[in-house]
């Protein structure tokens, strides 16, 4: 079928955070004694809630993080995106040429996709279509996010088309009953081989690929 409605993910598919958002947790982690590698991290929390990051860092460390953590990342992300943050390369290509509507539905707060938007000029796009996992207090995997959205946008699940580059934002449109596409940018780094997804390497591609969609 093809999709009357896009829903992306925005970390890593709209805009190029995430790798900014990983030396952020490895540095916390390591400041808690628990000596995380990049990569690793990378592949552990790229997609994943910033609560089950943490309570991977304190299972590891049996130790609670400081109640101000989730202030103090926000805050150091904020500062780095305000100087490095940019928009996935195409991605303003792809957006001026889809003819049907789309939308946000990330797992961040509301204030971190708007700042994030702004950053990367893509908040004209977006206008009243942006919903936040912290608006209902439901995260990926779960697919309340997208269920939300697709409610929002006026649409039921499968006629939605979600864009995702996690291994939990892709089960949540899966368990959701969504149509999904999944945007890995690095053949060598491709955290979502094992599903029986349409992939594609660049953003720009993605409104051919969705004529494409039978």
């Known amino acids: 079928m093809k999709p009357k409605c896009v829903i992306f993910d925005c970390d890593g598919v709209l805009v190029d955070s995430v790798d900014l958002s990983i030396k952020v947790l490895v540095k916390m982690a390591r400041a808690q004694g628990l000596d995380l590698k990049y990569n690793f991290a990378f592949e552990r929390f790229g997609g994943s809630s910033l609560r089950s990051s943490f309570d991977y860092i304190e299972e590891q460390t049996g130790k609670s993080l400081p109640k101000s953590s989730e202030d103090q990342y926000r805050k150091k992300t904020y500062e780095i995106f305000k100087k490095e943050l940019k928009a996935i390369d195409g991605v303003h290509e792809a957006l001026k040429r889809l003819h049907i509507p789309f939308c946000i539905a990330s797992g961040g707060p509301p204030e971190k996709i708007k700042l994030n938007l702004t950053l990367t000029n893509l908040i004209s ?21 997208f269920s939300h959205a697709a409610e929002k946008m006026g649409f039921r699940a499968v ?5 995702e580059d996690s291994i939990d934002g892709v089960n949540a449109a899966m368990s959701g009953g969504f149509q999904v596409f999944g945007y890995v940018p690095s053949r060598e780094r491709n955290n979502l081989s ?6 594609f390497h660049k953003m720009s591609r993605l409104p051919d690929l969705i004529l494409e969609t039978e």
């Open 159 to 163: 006629e939605c088309l979600v864009i």
């Open 194 to 199: 094992s599903f029986d997804i349409k992939l």
């Open 125 to 145: 796009y977006f206008e009243g279509r942006i919903f936040s996992s912290y608006e209902i207090n439901s995260w990926k995997p779960d697919p309340g996010i």
